[in-house]
């Protein structure tokens, strides 16, 4: 009877000890398999080849990062408003999906450092005068509902007190009103909008001028409390940039050019 | 495993702009109803009517309203009439669309109510040489609504519901919009949607008992 109840004891230590022991990043690694949460209509941080394979910067970064872990890396789609969900009901480990690293939002995720740091850029309808980003004043805009270009635009719209703010649901909704004429400009990063105007599935927008922002930083997320995968996670964002497979990446996926500096001068992060 | 700590505080410091959201959502469906009930006694007529024209016109409203997803028709009002240079903005194209889905139930509904009413009524009406659109009007249609009345609570609580939808015509006044939108901001997902839960969910059981506290007044014998 004794020694049962030790045993019963023991079990019940052993199972409250035992999550305080093997964190996320232990639990990663054990399963072998990294779950990222990734945008795949943000093109070219994520999209679908024409098998509908995931591609993209962002698909390539995960897969890295599960290579480096030494497992294998699973792509799970997912919205922009539905990251964090994911992200809390641990359907994914990570998000790899262009984050915007606010104070508001550092109160609820983990953020890593940066990985990447976005232009934004202003586009227009055709036949809309505008000259510069101020002109959007008094014009309906629109952009990608629960981005950092969205909670900008919307800011400046309240800002100016005229014209009006429409969030559309993805990247593609928000060129098809505006080629459609619903929208008179739109502000999305540079990378988003030369593809868009390059590829021709828009008619008549064109690219008027840079967004006055300071570059929009994202980085990867995680659970907040998981600082042994946020450490790991930004050891592996210096060793991308420090091997070059940044500046290849960007190539890749980019374009020429120098991809954007991930260090913010004068200030330790 | 679900990790999170609920911090209820800074949510409800945004339930002021929440509620106001509330009444945009009221506000849309309450117009669409009315909308959708003109219209759907319309297509009763047109139905009625024997012309194959109107009848037509009818069949393909309730096939469509009914057979397609509400989303899809939402959509189709804002990004389809935008192809033919109509540009609507989100709050007409969701008004619309609601309003269009509404239309097309309850033109059914009004089919179940009229075969709940014998044809000897209309033929007495006319025997006592009123018109049929008199029939109609002083006879029939009376008690079609009233036969109807419940349904059309139904179809009110998802012309509420159904608000939610104008996420996809980037409509962000309404209970949905505003809080979605504040769920990008603040990353607070799981209060700020349960909040708005709570809050559909007293909109909808106030409309329930008001309709059934106005069908007791309405429709006592």
């Known amino acids: 009877m004794k020694s049962a109840l030790f045993t019963a004891g023991i079990l019940a230590a052993t199972a409250v000890a035992m999550p305080a022991q093997?964190?996320?990043?232990?639990?990663?690694?054990?399963?072998?398999t990294l779950r990222c949460a990734v945008v795949l209509d943000f093109p070219?941080?994520?999209?679908?080849?024409?098998?509908?394979?995931?591609?993209?910067?962002?698909?390539?970064?995960?897969?890295?990062?599960?290579?480096?872990?030494?497992?294998?890396?699973?792509?799970?789609?997912?919205?922009?408003?539905?990251?964090?969900?994911?992200?809390?009901?641990?359907?994914?480990?990570?998000?790899?999906?262009?984050?915007?690293?606010?104070?508001?939002?550092?109160?609820?995720?983990?953020?890593?450092?940066p990985y990447y740091a976005f232009e934004n850029a202003v586009v227009a309808r055709e036949g809309i005068e505008m000259a510069s980003w101020e002109d959007m004043k008094g014009k309906t805009v629109g952009a990608t509902a629960g981005t950092y270009e969205a909670i900008w635009l919307e800011g400046k719209v309240k800002?100016?007190?005229?014209?009006?703010?429409?969030?559309?649901?993805?990247?593609?909704?928000?060129?098809?009103?505006?080629?459609?004429?619903?929208?008179?400009?739109?502000?999305?990063?540079?990378?988003?909008?030369?593809?868009?105007?390059?590829?021709?599935?828009?008619?008549?927008?064109?690219?008027?001028?840079?967004?006055?922002?300071?570059?929009?930083?994202?980085?990867?997320?995680?659970l907040r409390e998981e600082y042994g995968l946020i450490n790991y996670m930004n050891l592996f964002i210096n060793q991308q940039v420090r091997t070059g497979r940044y500046a290849e990446l960007y190539k890749k996926w980019v374009g020429e050019g120098e991809p954007a500096d991930l260090t913010i001068p004068g200030v330790y992060r | 495993m679900f990790n999170y700590t609920f911090r209820w505080n800074q949510a409800l410091n945004s339930l002021p702009q929440m509620l106001e959201g509330a009444l945009v959502t009221m506000e849309i469906a309450i117009l669409s109803m009315v909308i959708g009930i003109s219209i759907a006694i319309l297509l009763t007529l047109f139905r009625l009517s024997r012309n194959p024209l109107l009848v037509g016109i009818a069949a393909t409203w309730v096939e469509i309203a009914r057979n397609t997803p509400a989303l899809f028709q939402i959509y189709m009002v804002h990004f389809g009439l935008a192809g033919f240079g109509i540009h609507l903005s989100p709050y007409l194209s969701l008004l619309i669309g609601i309003a269009f889905n509404n239309a097309g139930y309850l033109t059914e509904n009004f089919r179940g109510a009229l075969k709940a009413i014998p044809d000897t009524q209309t033929r007495a009406a006319r025997s006592l040489g009123m018109t049929p659109l008199q029939a109609f009007r002083n006879v029939i249609m009376p008690q079609m609504l009233r036969i109807s009345f419940l349904p059309m609570t139904n179809q009110m609580v998802w012309a509420i519901l159904m608000?939610?939808?104008?996420?996809?015509?980037?409509?962000?006044?309404?209970?949905?919009?505003?809080?979605?939108?504040?769920?990008?901001?603040?990353?607070?997902t799981f209060e700020l949607f349960a909040i708005a839960a709570v809050i559909f969910y007293l909109i909808t059981k106030v409309i329930t008992l008001s309709a059934r506290l106005l069908a007791a007044r309405l429709f006592r014998y």
């Open chain 1, 159 to 222: 800002e100016w007190g005229e014209g009006q703010f429409r969030p559309y649901q993805n990247q593609a909704d928000v060129f098809l009103a505006l080629s459609q004429g619903q929208l008179d400009a739109t502000v999305a990063t540079v990378e988003v909008s030369e593809a868009n105007v390059k590829s021709g599935n828009f008619g008549g927008i064109k690219i008027v001028d840079k967004a006055p922002m300071v570059p929009d930083y994202v980085a990867l997320i995680t």
């Open chain 1, 44 to 113: 070219p941080m994520g999209s679908r080849d024409e098998s509908n394979n995931p591609i993209g910067f962002d698909v390539d970064y995960c897969n890295d990062l599960a290579a480096a872990l030494g497992v294998s890396a699973e792509i799970v789609e997912t919205t922009f408003p539905e990251r964090i969900p994911s992200l809390m009901s641990g359907r994914v480990d990570v998000a790899v999906a262009s984050t915007s690293d606010t104070l508001e939002r550092a109160k609820t995720v983990g953020f890593s450092i």
């Open chain 1, 22 to 32: 093997a964190d996320k990043l232990d639990d990663i690694i054990a399963s072998g």
């Open chain 2, 163 to 188: 608000t939610s939808l104008g996420a996809v015509v980037a409509m962000n006044t309404d209970l949905y919009g505003v809080t979605s939108e504040l769920n990008a901001r603040t990353f607070r």
